[in-house]
């Protein structure tokens, strides 16, 4: 309902203002000072029938629709104007002068004399009488125009009624909301519904109602209480174990235990190319540091720390992160078997068989019976005279083999690394253009680059010896390479003070003092340097070599000239 005039309140109406007296509007004027119903119910009141009128005939005045519910209308609807000639009143100069004079009439006419408007006083037991009206007066009065809707009820139609109740109610402590007071919507409901009249008209008081429930209402109102204080309470203790963790993760040192940890051990297996994140959560999981922080902190600040590599460690539980770096770094605890290159399959056989605590010969018995099922690539030659099938297979590098572990898993492994290795240098593809059968050859020659050369330096013209021995231009050896290390492997020794009566008189495959072109597989496991070399060989034209020094220095030659005064070199050096 809209606010309407800008007096202080309401007063009865008097039968003797002469504002409503019978040469007034009709009560037109009295909607100027009074106070509005907002704040209260809205009132609505029946639409009447309505008295078809023209702007030349006012013989009907209409009712003020904006009065106070608490002001009595006497004066019966349809009221007739001033029978001397108030009908000819302009209604428009009614809205001009609506909001700032009073229009008073008699029965000799009207007069224009403009009066200030007096306010009715204010009603103590109103609480908006002391607020300003929202519109008042400056808004323009459609009354009896068109604009008017719904139309005034009259006055003899209407009953007294009480003055309006309203839905709120401060109650004792100035407005409790319902959850603090407890109240019961439903009892509230059937009171409404059911409670007697009070004789006015009305439905027994709230007030009434509160008073029985006052003391439950407490009751439940510290129930309440007690509850917000216990949420809130809650609320803030998380916030501050939340806040004070991401304070920790942020800025505080990372949790660490303290001491070389206690006498449980326990292997870690690090995979290869870990980060030092990943191998404090596996150290984490296995209860040997007591955050991944600081392990990786602890990793950074010491100089060999990033040298850590992939494998098996035995270590301690609950270390702190520094000596859990230190064990890692000491040879003693890691529970891996190094593959050097050049070593052979039967020295990384009994490697495997000590690490996990078995008896020798049983990796090497696991081998022979399984090596089919190890991840071997399909062009590996099934010559029968390959003394191992493995052999050139297990690529040089670290690889965990703790106790419980499989000799087949620790193999296993291995196969894939050099698998891995031979797929990234292509060697399929390479072997035809160095005028090899398959790659299982190329395999073969870096496995014998490996096994006589000394330094890079030396693989590649190794490397280009053994291709241009094998050429069958070859006059200065006759496709024969003359390798003593191929002797050494069938024969399982490492010797290089060997006798022409020896050599001469062995007819193995892998002799390659009697048996020309390549052995039949490789005499073992090559890495990564020579198996560039043999990819990639010299182009100079060298033919012989020799180990001038019988240890690390090799020189070669390309005419077998050349090769004789390198020969004898050598002799004076050994004592030969």
């Given at each position: 309902?809209?606010?309407?005039?800008?007096?202080?309140?309401?007063?009865?109406?008097?039968?003797?203002?002469?504002?409503?007296?019978?040469?007034?509007?009709?009560?037109?004027?009295?909607?100027?000072?009074?106070?509005?119903?907002?704040?209260?119910q809205?009132?609505?009141?029946p639409?009447?029938?309505?008295?078809?009128?023209q702007?030349?005939?006012?013989?009907?005045?209409?009712?003020?629709?904006?009065?106070?519910?608490?002001?009595?209308?006497?004066?019966?609807?349809?009221?007739?104007?001033?029978?001397?000639?108030?009908?000819?009143?302009?209604?428009?100069?009614?809205?001009?002068?609506?909001?700032?004079?009073?229009?008073?009439?008699?029965?000799?006419?009207w007069?224009?004399?403009?009066?200030p408007q007096?306010?009715?006083?204010?009603?103590?037991?109103?609480?908006?009488?002391?607020?300003?009206?929202?519109?008042?007066?400056?808004?323009?009065?459609?009354?009896?125009?068109?604009?008017?809707?719904?139309?005034?009820?009259?006055?003899?139609?209407?009953?007294?009624?009480?003055?309006?109740?309203?839905?709120?109610?401060?109650?004792?402590?100035?407005?409790?909301?319902?959850?603090?007071?407890?109240?019961?919507?439903?009892?509230?409901?059937?009171?409404?519904?059911?409670?007697?009249?009070?004789?006015?008209g009305?439905?027994?008081?709230?007030?009434?109602?509160?008073?029985?429930?006052?003391?439950?209402?407490?009751?439940?109102?510290?129930c309440?209480?007690?509850?917000?204080?216990?949420?809130?309470g809650?609320?803030?203790?998380?916030?501050?174990?939340?806040?004070?963790q991401?304070?920790?993760?942020r800025?505080?040192?990372?949790?660490?235990?303290?001491?070389?940890?206690t006498?449980?051990?326990?292997?870690?297996?690090?995979?290869?190319?870990?980060?030092?994140?990943?191998?404090?959560?596996?150290?984490?999981?296995?209860?040997?540091?007591?955050?991944?922080?600081a392990?990786?902190?602890?990793?950074?600040?010491?100089?060999?720390?990033?040298?850590?590599?992939?494998?098996?460690?035995?270590?301690?539980?609950?270390?702190?992160?520094?000596?859990?770096?230190?064990?890692?770094?000491?040879?003693?605890?890691?529970?891996?078997?190094?593959?050097?290159?050049?070593?052979?399959?039967?020295?990384?056989?009994?490697?495997?068989?000590?690490?996990?605590?078995?008896?020798?010969?049983?990796?090497q018995?696991?081998?022979?019976?399984?090596?089919?099922?190890?991840?071997?690539?399909?062009?590996?030659?099934?010559?029968?005279?390959?003394?191992?099938?493995?052999?050139?297979?297990?690529?040089?590098?670290?690889?965990?083999?703790?106790?419980?572990?499989?000799?087949?898993?620790?193999?296993?492994?291995?196969v894939?690394?050099?698998?891995?290795?031979?797929?990234?240098?292509?060697?399929?593809?390479?072997?035809?253009?160095?005028?090899?059968?398959?790659?299982?050859?190329?395999?073969?020659?870096?496995s014998?680059?490996?096994?006589?050369?000394?330094?890079?330096?030396?693989?590649?013209?190794?490397?280009?010896?053994?291709?241009?021995?094998?050429?069958?231009?070859n006059?200065?050896?006759?496709?024969?390479?003359?390798?003593?290390?191929?002797?050494?492997?069938?024969k399982?020794?490492?010797?290089?003070?060997?006798?022409?009566?020896?050599?001469?008189?062995?007819?193995?495959?892998?002799?390659?003092?009697?048996?020309?072109?390549?052995?039949?597989?490789?005499?073992g496991?090559?890495?990564?340097?020579?198996?560039?070399?043999?990819?990639?060989?010299?182009?100079?034209?060298?033919?012989?070599?020799?180990?001038?020094?019988?240890?690390?220095?090799?020189?070669?030659?390309?005419?077998?000239?050349?090769?004789?005064?390198?020969?004898?070199?050598f002799?004076?050096?050994?004592?030969?």
């Amino acid at each position: 309902m809209t606010e309407y005039g800008r007096g202080q309140g309401s007063e009865p109406w008097d039968p003797e203002d002469p504002l409503y007296g019978d040469g007034g509007w009709g009560g037109q004027q009295a909607h100027q000072g009074q106070q509005s119903t907002y704040g209260g119910q809205p009132q609505h009141y029946p639409q009447q029938p309505q008295q078809q009128s023209q702007y030349g005939d006012w013989g009907q005045g209409a009712q003020d629709t904006y009065a106070q519910p608490q002001q009595q209308y006497p004066q019966q609807y349809g009221h007739q104007y001033d029978q001397q000639g108030n009908q000819q009143y302009d209604q428009y100069n009614q809205q001009y002068y609506g909001g700032q004079d009073q229009q008073q009439y008699d029965n000799g006419g009207w007069s224009t004399g403009a009066h200030p408007q007096t306010p009715y006083p204010g009603d103590p037991a109103d609480p908006y009488a002391q607020r300003s009206a929202a519109y008042g007066g400056e808004q323009p009065d459609f009354y009896s125009t068109p604009d008017a809707y719904p139309p005034p009820e009259p006055p003899s139609r209407r009953r007294a009624e009480p003055e309006p109740e309203t839905d709120w109610d401060p109650g004792p402590d100035q407005g409790e909301h319902a959850f603090f007071a407890g109240g019961d919507d439903e009892d509230d409901d059937a009171d409404d519904r059911d409670g007697p009249d009070d004789g006015s008209g009305g439905r027994r008081g709230r007030g009434e109602r509160r008073g029985r429930g006052g003391k439950d209402k407490k009751s439940r109102s510290g129930c309440a209480c007690l509850v917000v204080a216990l949420v809130f309470g809650g609320g803030l203790a998380g916030v501050t174990y939340f806040g004070y963790q991401f304070y920790q993760d942020r800025f505080g040192s990372a949790p660490d235990f303290a001491g070389d940890g206690t006498d449980e051990q326990v292997t870690v297996e690090i995979p290869k190319g870990a980060t030092g994140a990943e191998i404090g959560r596996r150290l984490k999981a296995a209860g040997v540091v007591k955050s991944v922080d600081a392990f990786v902190a602890a990793q950074s600040q010491d100089p060999e720390g990033a040298s850590i590599q992939a494998g098996a460690y035995l270590l301690k539980k609950e270390m702190s992160a520094a000596s859990a770096v230190d064990m890692m770094l000491d040879p003693k605890s890691q529970n891996n078997v190094m593959v050097t290159p050049g070593i052979r399959n039967v020295t990384v056989y009994k490697a495997i068989d000590e690490k996990l605590g078995l008896k020798e010969g049983t990796t090497q018995d696991v081998a022979e019976e399984k090596y089919k099922s190890l991840g071997l690539p399909k062009w590996v030659s099934n010559n029968s005279d390959i003394k191992d099938p493995l052999e050139g297979f297990l690529f040089p590098g670290t690889y965990p083999a703790a106790k419980g572990m499989k000799p087949e898993a620790v193999l296993k492994d291995m196969v894939e690394q050099a698998n891995d290795m031979y797929e990234k240098y292509d060697l399929q593809d390479k072997a035809a253009d160095l005028g090899l059968e398959n790659a299982f050859e190329l395999v073969t020659v870096a496995s014998l680059v490996q096994a006589e050369g000394k330094t890079h330096d030396d693989f590649r013209k190794m490397a280009e010896v053994v291709y241009n021995r094998l050429k069958p231009t070859n006059t200065e050896t006759n496709q024969l390479l003359q390798f003593d290390s191929t002797f050494n492997y069938a024969k399982g020794t490492s010797n290089i003070h060997i006798t022409e009566e020896e050599i001469n008189s062995d007819q193995d495959p892998y002799n390659t003092y009697t048996q020309k072109g390549l052995p039949p597989g490789p005499i073992g496991n090559p890495g990564e340097d020579a198996l560039k070399a043999a990819v990639k060989p010299t182009d100079d034209g060298w033919i012989y070599f020799v180990a001038t020094d019988g240890h690390t220095n090799t020189e070669f030659a390309k005419t077998y000239a050349e090769f004789e005064r390198l020969r004898d070199k050598f002799n004076a050096n050994t004592g030969n």
